[in-house]
């Protein structure tokens, strides 16, 4: 974890009414020798459901199936920690303002948890959906492999291979860096938060950090695991934190 998620002490507003001071950019930052501010975006992976247990390929051909109890409790414990944004956590960063779901059924879900606890709407965004698995939806890496010998390694780590009727690594790419793009054009020095999936949000860390596509497969990104980027209209953006846990976040 980056040691930019060093606790602060809660800010308040003075008695004045001025809004809360931001503080400096912490140790360990990203380097930067201007004012420029950028658009945070706060990456929350769903929660667990059935396929996150079963380790089965859900993407978005299909709505998918809902949060089970462990990952409605795990959607909890992250509204928790994103709420923490701002305040006595990464207090260089805003508070969120905004927050955007792809349109599957465990994000929406995980999403509407996190905007009740923040009191924001929920915008859905198909931008920020997971990977089209194509032919390969539902199934378990045993299965694939079964149906489709050597394909399925491939498919992580060289980027330009396509389940039939799916997308590659790179297709997603393309895809975030579409969202990630437009975030930005919509103004800085604000924070977004977007509640997507394992494969989109490996996606986006690896565009934002300008990693080849073949190597986003060694990043871990846990159920309701909270990750952040910050853009800059420069392009030299920072990857803030990655795959902090929610579930037993104790600050």
Do not use: C
């Not at 089965?56 to 462990?70: H, M, N």
């Not at 149906?147 to 799916?166: F, M, N, V, Y």
């Not at 997308?167 to 997603?172: G, W």
Request: charged share 25%; no cysteine; net charge negative.
């Amino acid at each position: 974890m980056s040691d930019a998620a060093v606790p602060l002490e809660p800010k308040a507003a003075d008695p004045a009414g001025s809004p809360p001071t931001r503080a400096p950019r912490p140790s360990g930052a990203g380097v930067r020798f201007d004012e420029e501010q950028p658009v945070t975006v706060v990456l929350v992976r769903h929660g667990q459901t059935t396929m996150t247990v079963s380790r089965g390929y859900s993407g978005s051909g299909e709505p998918g199936p809902p949060l089970d109890e462990t990952g409605l409790r795990q959607a909890r414990d992250a509204a928790d920690l994103v709420d923490r944004v701002g305040r006595d956590l990464w207090g260089d960063i805003p508070y969120p303002s905004e927050i955007i779901a792809s349109p599957m059924v465990r994000t929406q879900q995980t999403g509407a948890v996190i905007a009740e606890k923040l009191g924001l709407p929920v915008r859905t965004d198909a931008t920020f959906q997971e990977a089209n698995f194509g032919e390969w939806q539902g199934l378990t890496a045993e299965q694939i492999e079964e149906r489709w010998p050597g394909q399925l390694e491939p498919w992580h780590t060289k980027a330009d291979l396509r389940p039939p009727g799916g997308e590659s690594i790179e297709d997603v790419g393309r895809r975030l860096q579409r969202g990630l793009d437009g975030l930005l054009a919509q103004g800085v020095d604000r924070t977004v938060v977007v509640v997507s999936h394992a494969v989109s949000i490996r996606a986006a860390l690896g565009v934002t950090m300008g990693a080849q596509p073949s190597s986003w497969s060694q990043l871990r990104v846990a159920p309701a695991s909270v990750s952040i980027v910050r853009l800059f209209a420069d392009r030299r953006d920072e990857i803030a934190v990655v795959g902090v846990p929610s579930e037993g976040w104790s600050g």
